[in-house]
């Protein structure tokens, strides 16, 4: 009887560590190396800012809006899905601190970024 009760706490043992590690390895695990940014972006009505869209069914965590590849609106905080953002142009700048204006809309060409994802072009 008692190495029936020791055996028993040995294998009850075990899966707490086994269960402890999993959690432990899902909690620290890596995020994946590259997603997609499905989004519905465009110039706003009154022709001063960018409306963006998450048409993804998780959120963006920490995005960078980008325009022309040198003007850039960092968002601090996470997008969930179906989520609507309006963005100024003046918000837009360069590293150099020059902002977006309507001036500008030649050639337009428009991003998103995020650490894991990528819009596709």
Same mark, same amino acid.
């Given at each position: ?45 009154? =022709? ?5 869209? /998450?048409?993804? *069914? &998780?959120?963006?965590?920490?995005? +960078? ?31 150099? =601190? ?5 001036? /500008?809309?030649? *050639? &337009?060409?428009?991003?998103?970024? +995020? ?7």
């Amino acid at each position: 009887m008692g190495r029936i009760i020791t055996g028993l706490i040995l294998i009850l043992g075990i899966v707490f560590l086994v269960r402890g590690f999993m959690s432990d390895v899902k909690r620290h695990e890596k995020p994946p190396t590259q997603y997609i940014i499905r989004d519905d972006s465009r110039v706003g009505e009154s =022709g001063s800012e960018m409306v963006v869209i /998450n048409k993804n *069914n &998780f959120s963006w965590t920490d995005p +960078t809006f980008v325009i022309k590849e040198r003007y850039r609106y960092h968002y601090q905080g996470s997008l969930p899905p179906d989520a609507k953002i309006t963005v100024p142009f003046g918000k837009f700048t360069t590293d150099e =601190g020059n902002a977006f204006t309507k001036d /500008n809309m030649l *050639n &337009f060409e428009f991003d998103i970024r +995020t650490a894991t994802m990528a819009r596709a072009r």
